[in-house]
């Protein structure tokens, strides 16, 4: 009964990380989304008032071709951002499933080794000779897997927090990135 709510709660623990990390994930994706669609939209509205300056201030062909410059080079950078975003979560989601990967495997190793465990214990019962002598093999083995799993836990515990992070690094430089290029946007506006 108790290596059944351990296993229960390796379960929930590692369940509980990946939806943290999907989470997570997720919500770093979307500002990053909503980011570029602000910088998409700010070049939308500014691009007309630059255009119109320009045409007051310059000859007629030089005035169309700054704009065309201007508007050339914003676009290409938009893109170029928007390229290097899809590579980052792109990057992320394969890190992340990866490590899930691994993940479920070394939880599936542990609830294995439990398994063969509990079938060593019940074979070593068949073969005592005395109330005394299963109460403490089971005594024994009950300790056993509530150190096993406790250890083993905390263990699972440390790698899904390690691979949260690993799989949202990525993304995080991607922010960091559109917060730089904001800034120095910023007291040109």
Do not use: H
Request: hydrophobic letters at 40%.
């Amino acid at each position: 009964m108790t290596q059944m709510a351990g296993t229960t709660n390796v379960s929930k623990l590692a369940g509980g990380a990946k939806g943290g990390a999907t989470k997570l994930i997720g919500q770093v994706a979307r500002k990053v989304a909503e980011d570029n669609a602000a910088q998409v939209e700010k070049l939308l509205e500014t691009g007309p008032a630059q255009t119109n300056t320009a045409l007051e201030t310059t000859p007629p062909m030089d005035q169309m071709t700054q704009a065309s410059e201007n508007f050339s080079k914003g676009a290409e950078d938009a893109i170029e951002f928007g390229r290097g975003n899809l590579e980052a979560f792109t990057k992320a989601t394969q890190t992340y499933m990866a490590g899930l990967q691994d993940l479920s495997r070394q939880a599936f190793a542990l609830y294995q080794g439990m398994g063969e465990q509990a079938v060593e214990n019940a074979r070593a019962l068949t073969s005592v000779k005395s109330l005394r002598e299963a109460a403490e093999l089971n005594t024994t083995f009950l300790r056993t897997a509530v150190e096993k799993s406790v250890s083993e836990t905390a263990r699972l515990n440390e790698a899904a927090f390690k691979l949260a992070e690993q799989s949202t690094a990525p993304l995080a430089a991607r922010w960091t990135m559109a917060l730089e290029k904001m800034t120095k946007i910023a007291p040109r506006v």
